[in-house]
């Protein structure tokens, strides 16, 4: 039985991967754009001289890429070389890898996003929950407001803010950057990791606290609801202490939802938070797909979107193989 | 009559999210209303006024490098956002709603595969999928292209949450005594469910809206909207084109700023207190 | 139980984020083993900052995407990020000295006919490993080029002409070509971003050129007969150290040139006007490229070390060799009647656009090639052309009369119809750098009566090659020096003179007779002038009626340089060269750079 539902499970993880890789292979390529010629538009723009000849490399270029061959052709290729994790080459950095350009933004990206998203959720979640616990201090009443204010602004447009006042008009953090432009990238020296740091800051702080206030937010929601529980005034009548009330019992069962919530939004991290980084020039996954996709780099969007679908399904996948280990309202059987 | 107004006033006093967002609505609407009786929407256009200009008596705003009047741009903007985020957020909801109610209360084959779109289409990055379909669009796009690009991807969370409202509804008592009364299934939805969810719909539909702001703004900032368009995410784009922060324009970047923080605020002031206002057992469902 | 099964889920999430984080640590880990492996066998000297020269120059979001690419014939390199002092050539040019300079050659010849150039190459020129440069190279290069065509940078250009290249000793190489070709020395010297880089035949024999990234600090690659050596290339930046001693370089061990004083180059990735404006002004960089008009006015009051090649007036700096026009597609209704795009000239307040976009800092364009000194000549030669056509003249008199005498009419929304109420429709494509004067220009129409918008869609260049727009927006990399020809060029709708391909003609314009005089300039040699003017004259009788594309301003480049550290940068009293840096001519500004402390 619990074999069956794991098998059915995968089997499910499986047909949304091919799904979400057909239309990413599909989409681009409805268009009448042609990444070749804006490739060789962006090299002619760069010197300002029209080569001569400019069709003639256009069609050996598209050969070399097999975008001449028929449509399904293509995705026969696509699919076998996306089962290898063969990502080929991008078109628009040619002949760079597309593995070269994902290997250098990703750690960039899972850093700072993965350490953001989690830190949010943590904070966002205790602070949430606090909020709804009647027994909690009263000052935190005073969160709310703020909290709520934050949660509604856009966090690139909050990042825009703080760079204005701390990078810019007080010189406290730096304007744009993953790290000082000029500094050798050395990951063992702590210089290094406290220049990543500083530069890592503002972005991470802006979405921090656009972060938390959502996920306080519903985890207030959540608690309100478990409160009222009968089993909470049960527990309470037994005579529990209020911490044990509140992190065994309420928090406890209140948090599955949010992490569901979790696992999505980790997955997305992959995917990168494109206005972030667009703000603060961080070098991350997100503009390196951003670019990609306005010169319809066919390849490199392809590879780095198979990584976040991947990842978001993986997630998905697991925490529905756990979810009946934790809640055992929820069975294994058919609902 | 007055005792309707005094039972709504004393109810905000339950529910202060609710009034605090629709007053701070209320405001930007006024802001809109006002402001385009006295500014000329050709002050919109660039060339229209002396170009970057320190804000003054006739120029309350300043104005940017192209020519336009500040002020005219931010109310002619909030209203072309805000349509944005309406139409969008209107045919979201519009097709969320249909396609909620079929997937949940049919459920079998149907339901498998809504639900599955729904599912895949959560997977892929929304923002990232929307500049796919606005890169691949001809040409340069219009206010009413932007609301259509949004509005995309704009049914997918309405279609799970009230497919989500509906499965839960479904099993209550009145719905079964309703069937076992003979009623029809199009008839049962229309007559039974709809009006226990319009409090829900409209929630869902300020959210919606909220959102579709939220991906247009982004969407233009990144360079992809309606050039010629003032709205409010153009502004910011324009904004980060010329070095407004550089060059200490602050009366460039803060005003649209401010207005995207008021307008996001009073949204999700006005979704919590309608949240409230619709059955409070509505938000255990996921 | 339950408890536990939570804390189970939450460690299985807290271990996948740290195996996540480890594989994107375990992969900077590479590259920083690929560092330390480098630093060890070579170490990055000690190079002091008075003696470094920074530059801050494109890379995507803030980092180089092609650090390992050094190999300039690849379509994904670009010599402007480094490659192009690496390969040094034949021949400079200087557009503003209006000189050549012979580099590695010490001079040419054509025979009588122009079928064949013959280069003679100076002695004791050796590449960075110790093997000579010879006639072997150049002859390789060419004919390499040749073979692949349409695969690698300058590929068909060379094909159109080059038959084959021979060596007739090491120190002489003869260029057959198959057609008459006067002006392929000139292409291929260095000016601008135009010129052929002589490759080592030795190193790049054998390679793929169109994946081969010459790359290989620890070999040595890539080699190079420049004084310049690789020390360090990542996505962050590239350093290029100078040899120590003058006998490492062919040009001071003969006393032809004096080592160049720079003895460190960085470039950093450029992010935005706003970091670099900041960089400039605290001498963290001593140049970038070029910024707007407001920007580097304000960059040099807040530090006046600064200055840019008019010093501190404007226009702030030089004309670029891409005067900018607006191309109306003459295929198109409305377009395809000349008196409409002469109106539209008329219609377009030039002044206004560069006070409002500028500052008032640069100068309306006058014909499709910059007003450098050796075209001023031609410029005089049809002045009395431009007497009867005047394509800079703001008149909206003028424009509404050659209208109405067209049909046309106003309609009720004050735009201009014609006889079947179709209205004028002008949709101005772009790319992100118009955007400054795009919308004005949009602007300044509307007022006039033309229906017209501007927008940079992604997809611009794709339908400006394919002739899907109204109008767009260009720059024209044509002539700059010697004769208008390649300026012409690219109006020819079709020519006989140069086989093979033909350039994209944007304007969709075509006239018989200008081809036909065109091609005459083709084959007509550089040593005429008389005849290249006349030509000219009559070429321009046809084009200056037609007008296929409306002039607007000429492109300026206006470079911050930092006069802190370094000196003799290239401005209008010492216009040695142009100054940009990322030309192929930046040798010539490192060989002239002076040390400020």
Known sequence: MKLDYIAKRFGIFLLVIWLALTVIFFLPRFSTQNPIREKMNQEMLRGGYVQVGMEQMIEEYESKFGLNKPLWEQYGTYLSDMGRLDFGYSIAHYPKTVKSMLSEGLPWSIGLLGMTTLIAFGVGSLLGALLAWRRAPQVLRYLFPPLLVLSAVPFYLLGLVLIFFLAFENSWFPLFGGYSPGTVTDWLSISFWGNVLHHSFLPALSMILAGIGLWALTMRGMMVTVQGEDYMTMAEAKGLKGSTLFFRYALRNSILPQVTSLVLALGHVVGGAVLVEVVFGYPGIGTTLYHAIREFDYFVIQGIILIVIVAIALGTFLLDVAYPLLDPRITYRRA | MNRRILAAMRYTRRNPALAVGIGLLLAILLFWGIGSIFVPFSRTSALSVPASRVPSWEFPLGTDRQGRDLLAVMIAGTSLTLRIGLIAGFIGIFIGTILGFVSAYYRGAVDTIIRGSVDVLLTVPSLLVMILVAVALKGGLTVEGMALVVSILAWVWPTRTIRAQVLTMRESGYIRVAQLSGMSSPEIIVKEMMPNLLPYLAASLVNAVAAAILASIGLEALGLGPMESPTLGMTIYWVLHYSALLHGMWWWWAPPIIIIVILFVGLFLLSTGLDELANPRVRRSV | ?597
């Open chain 3, 1 to 597: 139980m339950k408890k536990g099964i939570l804390w189970v889920l939450l460690s299985w999430l807290i271990v996948a984020a740290f195996v996540l984080a480890s594989c994107g640590e375990a992969v900077p880990g590479e590259q920083e083993e690929e560092e330390e492996e480098e630093e060890e066998e070579e170490g990055l000297k000690e190079v002091s900052r008075d003696r470094t020269l920074i530059l801050i120059w494109s890379g995507t979001e803030g980092r180089y995407v092609d650090h390992e690419l050094w190999n300039p014939f690849s379509i994904g390199s670009n010599h402007q990020n480094g490659p192009g002092i690496f390969y040094e050539p034949l021949y400079y040019y200087s557009a503003f000295a209006d000189e050549e300079i012979p580099w590695l050659a010490e001079s040419y010849e054509y025979n009588s006919d122009n079928t064949e150039l013959t280069y003679h190459l100076r002695p004791d020129v050796t590449w960075s490993d110790g093997v000579p440069f010879t006639a072997e190279d150049v002859a390789y290069t060419l004919n390499t080029l040749v073979d692949l065509g349409p695969a690698v940078r300058w590929g068909v250009d060379v094909e159109q002409f080059v038959d084959e290249a021979v060596v007739v000793n090491p120190l002489t190489v003869k260029i057959k070509f198959n057609v008459p070709a006067p002006k392929f020395h000139h292409f291929i010297s260095y000016k601008y971003d135009i010129g052929v880089y002589m490759v080592p035949k030795h190193i790049f024999e054998g390679q793929d050129w169109t994946v081969f990234g010459h790359f290989d600090i620890a070999e040595g690659w890539p080699v190079t007969t420049s004084p310049w050596r690789l020390a360090l290339s990542t996505p962050e930046q590239k350093v290029i150290d100078r040899v120590e001693s003058p006998d490492e370089w062919w040009a001071s061990k003969t006393g032809f040139a004096d080592l160049p004083k720079v003895e460190r180059i960085i470039y950093l990735p450029w992010v935005g006007e706003t970091q670099t404006a900041e960089a400039v002004i605290k001498n963290e960089a001593d140049a970038s490229l070029d910024l707007r008009p407001h920007t580097i006015s304000m960059c040099m009051e807040d530090n006046p070390n600064l200055i840019s090649h008019t010093f501190h007036e404007p226009p702030y700096g030089y004309v670029d060799w891409w005067p900018i026009s607006l191309i109306v597609n003459c295929e198109h209704d409305h377009f395809d009647n000349k008196d409409v795009r002469w109106a539209l000239s008329y219609f377009m307040d030039r002044d206004e656009l560069i006070d409002v976009a500028y500052g008032g800092a640069g100068t309306a364009s006058l014909l499709p090639w910059p007003s450098y000194p050796s075209l001023d000549p031609f410029t005089e030669a049809i002045s009395d052309l431009l007497e009867d056509y005047p394509t800079n003249e703001y008149n909206p008199g003028k424009g509404e009369k050659l209208l109405t005498d067209a049909g046309y009419t106003k309609d009720s929304e004050g735009f201009w119809v014609d006889a079947a109420g179709s209205r004028i429709r002008l949709e101005m494509l772009g790319w992100a750098i118009f955007e400054d004067i795009g919308p004005i220009i949009s602007a300044q129409f509307r007022n006039h009566g033309i229906d017209a918008s501007y927008a940079s869609p992604p997809d611009a260049s794709d339908r400006m090659d394919r002739g899907d727009f109204d109008g767009c927006l260009r720059g024209h990399g044509g002539s700059v020096a010697g004769d208008p020809y390649f300026t012409f060029r690219m109006y020819q709708s079709a020519t006989l003179a140069v086989p093979g391909g033909h350039m994209i003609n944007y304007y969709r314009w075509h006239n018989d007779e200008f081809d036909r005089l065109v091609d005459e300039m083709a084959i007509t040699s550089m040593a005429e002038p008389a005849t290249l003017k006349e030509l000219t004259h009559d070429v321009m009788e046809i084009w200056l009626e037609e007008l296929p594309d409306i002039q607007v301003v000429e492109w300026y480049h206006r470079i911050p340089m930092n006069t802190t550290y370094w000196t003799n940068w290239p401005t209008e009293d010492n216009m040695y060269v142009n100054g940009a840096f990322w030309h192929l001519t930046f040798g010539m500004i490192l060989n002239e750079l002076e040390p400020a402390q």
